[in-house]
């Protein structure tokens, strides 16, 4: 159940929020890799409004169906690339930041993939997926049911 309609709360700053949409959108990472990042984060934190939300993204942006099923366990596949593998291990080190401090390895294991200005747009693609996380599970905003109606007609 949700505890506060955030958005109406306090509309003000979910625009400031917002407001990082649009240098997101137009910074040098790959929609489909943002999409990715997203949506591991958002595993992370719990949030299923996000983790509904930006599986969908990542679908609409040409991300297959097999690769979102098994981003939780991206180590365990080869389904992934050397520069999506550092940009996960990347996303969940900073996501979880209180517990890693982000080790050197991880740093070393990103900077030949992201130029200095791309690792820091990535750095703040997750820092503000973080952000959206915390609202939507402090508030309990979750996601609606879809019905998905098939299109298809028999023959």
Known sequence: MRR???????PEGLKALAATRPYIEAANIESRLRCLVELRTSQINGCAYCVDMHSREARQAGETQQRLD?????????????RERAALA???????????????????AVRPHFSEKDLVD?????????????MAISFRHGPMLRRETDTSKAT
């Open 4 to 10: 506060i309609a955030y958005q109406q709360v306090a």
């Open 70 to 82: 098994c981003l939780a366990v991206w180590r365990e596949t080869s389904f992934y690339d050397e």
């Open 90 to 108: 990347w996303a969940e080190s900073v996501t979880l930041v209180s517990q890693t401090s982000i080790p050197d390895v991880v740093y070393e």
């Open 122 to 134: 990535l750095t703040l693609i997750i820092s503000v997926m973080n952000a959206w996380n915390r």
